[in-house]
């Protein structure tokens, strides 16, 4: 494809996450980067690590000299501080560069943001991606999951983040604010009750967000235990096997009550003779889709209302931004404006 100023158009599907960002483009490029720049605390960082800023998983790694930003609060941008929105806006040019533009490229960026920041700050975020790509465009990312799949009507996106679990009714048209809802009960969410959980159950137990973070990703579940959970952990500096099933169990089943009431809130969006059929359809994405049992309670727990099929998306990781790939190759970017807001042109 070339763009109309006669250089090649590199398009990008991009999913900015809480947690992570994976980049996709029409040249076969993917990449997954966590969401967050660290800034080296003082003169010691500067000299360890040679840089002035380091992006990703590394500054996860080096977080004892650094002072971590993740752009993505809550499901919106954070807009508390410049060195907030210059963490957004240096996490964009990252995976730009990442995706290797060749010189008289024309960067056209399909961004996919959890649905609250699609609503309430995209204005700041269109600002910061018009600066680096030549066209670009900010949806919610529920919706570009659901425009992957090609599941547009009759259907409801589950979205479980980091930040949030965004819910999206699909219902033929591109969803607007009254379409989607936001739960402010993501990963993040259960990491911190497992580290509370862990810590209330075992004295001198040494356990940080991090570490809870890595049990859950490893072991989360919910409903009956399949087989103990058994990590090795350290209490007062011993190494010790800690059996962790129950918190890991108690704390993952936190949210889905609330994912199941908010489906019920979202039925009444679709005409009566459509909600059986978007209750056959309920699509559950991003990272927490990856716990076990997670679709098969939501089933039960809306036994009352019918036939319900929970379906999980195959690759959460990568699921939005494949979407807004195939948005971005689908729709020429002149064109954009009719789905969202773009910049550029
Ligand atoms: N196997 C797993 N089991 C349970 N949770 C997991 C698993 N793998 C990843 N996660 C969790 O999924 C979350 C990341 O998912 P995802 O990449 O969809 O979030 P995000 O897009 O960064 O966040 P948001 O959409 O809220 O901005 C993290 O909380 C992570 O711990
Ligand atoms: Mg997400």
């Known amino acids: ?30 990449a997954l980067v966590s969401s967050v720049v660290g800034y080296p605390r003082d003169i010691i960082g500067v000299k360890i690590l040679n840089r002035t800023q380091v992006i990703g998983s590394e500054a996860i790694e080096m977080r004892s000299c650094l002072d971590l ?3 993505l609060q809550d499901g919106v941008l954070k807009e508390a501080s410049d060195k907030d929105l210059e963490a957004a806006q240096e996490l964009l040019k990252h995976i730009i560069a990442l995706s290797g533009p060749k010189p008289g490229d024309k960067i056209c960026g399909i961004i996919g943001v959890p649905a609250r920041a699609s609503v309430s700050n995209k204005g700041q975020l269109l600002k910061i991606a018009g600066e680096l790509m030549d066209i670009a465009m900010v949806v919610s990312e529920p919706f570009m999951v659901a425009y992957g799949l090609n599941t547009l009507n009759n259907a ?14 699909l219902r ?9 809802l936001s739960i402010l009960k993501g990963g993040n969410y259960i990491d911190r009750l497992l580290e509370a959980a862990i810590r209330d159950a075992y004295a001198g137990v040494q356990i940080d967000r991090y570490l809870a973070q890595a049990i859950k990703e490893q072991y989360a579940f919910v409903g009956e235990p399949q087989q103990r959970v058994v990590v090795p952990l350290r209490v007062n500096g011993k190494p010790a096997e800690v059996d962790v099933t129950d ?11 609330d994912i199941v009431e908010n ?17 056959a359809n309920l699509i559950l994405a991003g990272g927490g889709s990856r716990i076990r049992g997670l679709g098969a309670m939501i089933e039960s727990q809306l036994r009352d209302y019918g036939q319900v099929k929970v379906t999980t998306v195959e690759d ?6 494949d979407g807004a790939l195939r948005l971005a190759m689908e729709l020429p970017p002149e064109y954009w404006d009719q789905i969202g807001e773009k910049v550029g042109q």
């Open 247 to 257: 918190a890991v169990r108690v704390t993952c089943e936190t949210i889905v009550v």
């Open 316 to 321: 959460p990781e990568f699921a939005g931004a």
């Open 263 to 279: 489906i019920k809130r979202m039925l009444p969006l679709f005409d009566p003779e459509n909600q059986s059929a978007a209750l």
């Open 172 to 180: 033929g048209t591109v969803p607007g604010a009254e379409n989607q």
């Open 69 to 71: 930003h993740y752009p």
């Open 156 to 169: 409801i996106v589950i979205d479980v983040g980091a930040g949030t679990i965004d819910l999206c009714a």
């Open 1 to 30: 494809m070339t763009s109309g100023n006669g250089g090649r158009a590199l398009l990008l599907g991009i999913d900015m996450g809480t947690a992570r960002t994976a980049v996709v483009s029409n040249r076969q490029y993917r």
